[in-house]
């Protein structure tokens, strides 16, 4: 969403943190699983 908080993840790519933190882990497992 528009007001999700941007982070600078080590290893690059920025990722917002909204209670999304098991997408953000799957996305740098590189497997990207929606409920």
């Not at 799957?26 to 929606?34: D, H, M, P, T, Y």
């Amino acid at each position: 969403s528009s007001t999700s908080q941007w982070v600078q993840r080590t290893d690059g790519v920025p990722s917002h943190k909204e209670g999304e933190n098991l997408i953000v882990e799957c996305e740098a497992s590189g497997v990207l699983s929606l409920p």
